[in-house]
């Protein structure tokens, strides 16, 4: 072990959920090693328009917010689940506000001042707190900075696991991580009594993304090649409303222009929502996805406009300075002219199974965020639920390791890793190709509306990539883009199987083969098992 530092906790990922648990853990005398794959703010989070949902306003109760969040997880939210997370709403955002975000605010009739709060899709009320149109940024900054300055938190970037160590022993506890150092291209060994996973999302499988380009499921594929049973990955959300422009790189344009009055236009000026859904443009975003999605396909159009210019001015630029400026960079002014909107991938509501305590199958590892299936979201979820996930059970994780860690033996001896038989690659070609052949089938074969042919057809092409991927890996030395396509096709082999398992349209997953939704017994979630060799 040569080149290893031992940690108490090795978190692995800087967003919300995993700077949140460090923060949580740092004032107990413990040291914590927080790694980001690049720099710290290419999180998901930093880029999270939208809000934090919570219920502060006085015609709205927690009970309502459990029912939208019910009624959007299509019967496969765990209620339990829904209920704990739902109730901490109050207190998380009181917790972000002591680390220094501060969040919109309005003056009410008698001259207080209040959180200003949004409406967006799915919900009943305004429970959307937020900073203007750009609350992850303003969160993930505040953070950041917190964890800058806490002694016991070590901060690494271009930092990229190449895999997650766990014991021989029946037990099989996990012990630590190899990690690429991507500046130096040296793999090191990082041993910690605690490693917990809060990699994020997995929409960087599909071709158009309103994801950064870190979304490529890596804590999801360490988990399942380590043990762990993932669940329910065949619920892909796809964001409804994506800027449509060549050089964009796929802003999105937050739900809450439609929480505010936008409307959705066909190229001609006529609205067509009213055709899918009684709530029109607050629908659920799968519906509202599937609807633009048939539209374009349809009439055979590039994409849909989304349209808010009716509103003054002066209440789009207060409202949506980020949106505007972005668009306005584009020769798009959204004060006098409709955006043109096209869905894309944007969360996974899947993920590593977990308890109410952010535990996975295997001792001592920990999963939070979007990397994790916690039960909250079913089959859809629900807007601005996903930050508030992460405050959640980064708390419910933090109380968990700090009563487990004082029984947590320091782990054994670890071999450092051994590049001896490898080489460095001559054909970087064959990474950036599989790349885009396997984002491009999986938007095509496993996108908005999926049938049992277009799955066979994606599983036939995972095969053979992972074939080629394997023979690639077994005999070069590790880049970040090699393990970030080495993890994309287990995970989009495993949208693939859930999405296979799935006879029925429920949520998000939509298949022209089984349009309805089969109520003939009770919902069930997708749940994978790794047999033993899918596991090295």
């Given at each position: 072990?040569?080149?290893?530092?031992?940690?108490?906790?090795?978190?692995?990922?800087?967003?919300?959920?995993?700077?949140?648990?460090?923060?949580?853990?740092?004032?107990?005398?413990?040291?914590?090693?927080?790694?980001?794959?690049?720099?710290?703010?290419?999180?998901?989070?930093?880029?999270?328009?939208?809000?934090?949902?919570?219920?502060?306003?006085?015609?709205?109760?927690?009970?309502?917010?459990?029912?939208?969040?019910?009624?959007?997880?299509?019967?496969?939210?765990?209620?339990?689940?829904?209920?704990?997370?739902?109730?901490?709403?109050?207190?998380?955002?009181?917790?972000?506000?002591?680390?220094?975000?501060?969040?919109?605010?309005?003056?009410?009739?008698?001259?207080?001042?209040?959180?200003?709060?949004?409406?967006?899709?799915?919900?009943?009320?305004?429970?959307?707190?937020?900073?203007?149109?750009?609350?992850?940024?303003?969160?993930?900054?505040?953070?950041?900075?917190?964890?800058?300055?806490?002694?016991?938190?070590?901060?690494?970037?271009?930092?990229?696991?190449?895999?997650?160590?766990?014991?021989?022993?029946?037990?099989?506890?996990?012990?630590?991580?190899?990690?690429?150092?991507?500046?130096?291209?040296?793999?090191?060994?990082?041993?910690?009594?605690?490693?917990?996973?809060?990699?994020?999302?997995?929409?960087?499988?599909?071709?158009?993304?309103?994801?950064?380009?870190?979304?490529?499921?890596?804590?999801?594929?360490?988990?399942?090649?380590?043990?762990?049973?993932?669940?329910?990955?065949?619920?892909?959300?796809?964001?409804?409303?994506?800027?449509?422009?060549?050089?964009?790189?796929?802003?999105?344009?937050?739900?809450?222009?439609?929480?505010?009055?936008?409307?959705l236009i066909l190229p001609d000026g006529s609205p067509f929502m009213q055709h899918f859904d009684p709530r029109e443009e607050l629908a659920p975003r799968d519906i509202v996805a599937r609807a633009i999605d048939h539209e374009m396909k349809k009439r055979?159009?590039?994409?849909?406009?989304?349209?808010?210019?009716?509103?003054?001015?002066?209440?789009?630029?207060?409202?949506?300075?980020?949106?505007?400026?972005?668009?306005?960079?584009?020769?798009?002014?959204?004060?006098?002219?409709?955006?043109?909107?096209?869905?894309?991938?944007?969360?996974?509501?899947?993920?590593?199974?977990?308890?109410?305590?952010?535990?996975?199958?295997?001792?001592?590892?920990?999963?939070?965020?979007?990397?994790?299936?916690?039960?909250?979201?079913?089959?859809?979820?629900?807007?601005?639920?996903?930050?508030?996930?992460?405050?959640?059970?980064?708390?419910?994780?933090?109380?968990?390791?700090?009563?487990?860690?004082?029984?947590?033996?320091?782990?054994?001896?670890?071999?450092?890793?051994?590049?001896?038989?490898?080489?460095?690659?001559?054909?970087?070609?064959?990474?950036?190709?599989?790349?885009?052949?396997?984002?491009?089938?999986?938007?095509?074969?496993?996108?908005?509306?999926?049938?049992?042919?277009?799955?066979?057809?994606?599983?036939?092409?995972?095969?053979?990539?992972?074939?080629?991927?394997?023979?690639?890996?077994?005999?070069?030395?590790?880049?970040?883009?090699?393990?970030?396509?080495?993890?994309?096709?287990?995970?989009?082999?495993?949208?693939?199987?859930?999405?296979?398992?799935?006879?029925?349209?429920?949520?998000?997953?939509?298949?022209?083969?089984?349009?309805?939704?089969?109520?003939?017994?009770?919902?069930?979630?997708?749940?994978?098992?790794?047999?033993?060799?899918?596991?090295?």
């Open positions: 072990m040569s080149n290893s530092q031992h940690y108490d906790v090795l978190v692995i990922g800087s967003g919300g959920a995993g700077l949140s648990l460090a923060l949580k853990l740092a004032d107990h005398s413990m040291r914590i090693a927080v790694l980001s794959k690049f720099a710290l703010t290419t999180a998901s989070t930093y880029y999270a328009q939208g809000g934090i949902s919570a219920v502060f306003g006085a015609d709205d109760s927690i009970e309502s917010h459990i029912d939208d969040t019910l009624d959007a997880g299509a019967g496969l939210c765990d209620a339990e689940i829904v209920r704990l997370t739902v109730t901490h709403g109050k207190s998380s955002i009181d917790w972000l506000r002591q680390q220094g975000v501060v969040f919109t605010e309005e003056q009410t009739a008698s001259g207080h001042t209040q959180l200003h709060l949004n409406r967006e899709g799915g919900h009943s009320h305004r429970r959307i707190v937020h900073t203007a149109d750009a609350t992850g940024k303003a969160v993930s900054l505040s953070l950041i900075e917190r964890a800058q300055e806490h002694a016991n938190i070590e901060l690494f970037e271009h930092h990229n696991v190449v895999e997650l160590i766990a014991t021989k022993d029946a037990e099989k506890r996990i012990i630590g991580a190899y990690v690429l150092d991507s500046k130096k291209q040296q793999v090191k060994t990082m041993p910690a009594r605690v490693v917990v996973l809060a990699t994020g999302g997995a929409s960087k499988a599909y071709l158009y993304s309103t994801n950064p380009q870190s979304s490529t499921g890596d804590g999801i594929a360490l988990a399942w090649r380590a043990g762990c049973r993932v669940s329910n990955m065949e619920f892909m959300q796809f964001h409804p409303t994506c800027l449509y422009h060549p050089h964009a790189h796929s802003f999105l344009i937050s739900e809450a222009v439609r929480g505010e009055g936008g409307k055979g159009i590039d994409c849909v406009y989304l349209d808010i210019s009716h509103k003054s001015e002066q209440f789009i630029r207060e409202h949506f300075p980020t949106i505007h400026q972005q668009c306005l960079e584009f020769d798009i002014d959204i004060t006098k002219q409709p955006i043109p909107v096209v869905p894309a991938a944007h969360y996974t509501c899947g993920g590593v199974l977990t308890d109410s305590y952010a535990r996975t199958d295997l001792a001592n590892l920990y999963a939070i965020g979007e990397v994790a299936c916690t039960g909250l979201h079913g089959a859809n979820r629900m807007a601005s639920n996903s930050l508030l996930e992460c405050l959640v059970f980064a708390e419910r994780a933090s109380e968990d390791i700090l009563q487990k860690l004082p029984g947590i033996v320091p782990p054994p001896e670890i071999p450092d890793w051994d590049e001896s038989k490898v080489s460095d690659s001559d054909e970087e070609v064959v990474v950036s190709h599989n790349w885009e052949e396997l984002r491009r089938f999986m938007w095509d074969y496993v996108g908005i509306v999926r049938t049992d042919k277009r799955l066979s057809r994606a599983m036939s092409r995972v095969e053979l990539l992972q074939k080629e991927i394997t023979e690639y890996y077994s005999n070069f030395r590790v880049t970040s883009d090699l393990l970030e396509l080495r993890n994309l096709v287990i995970v989009a082999e495993l949208i693939i199987r859930c999405a296979q398992q799935r006879k029925e349209s429920r949520g998000l997953h939509y298949t022209l083969d089984y349009p309805e939704t089969d109520d003939s017994k009770p919902a069930q979630n997708t749940v994978l098992t790794p047999r033993p060799f899918e596991r090295h």
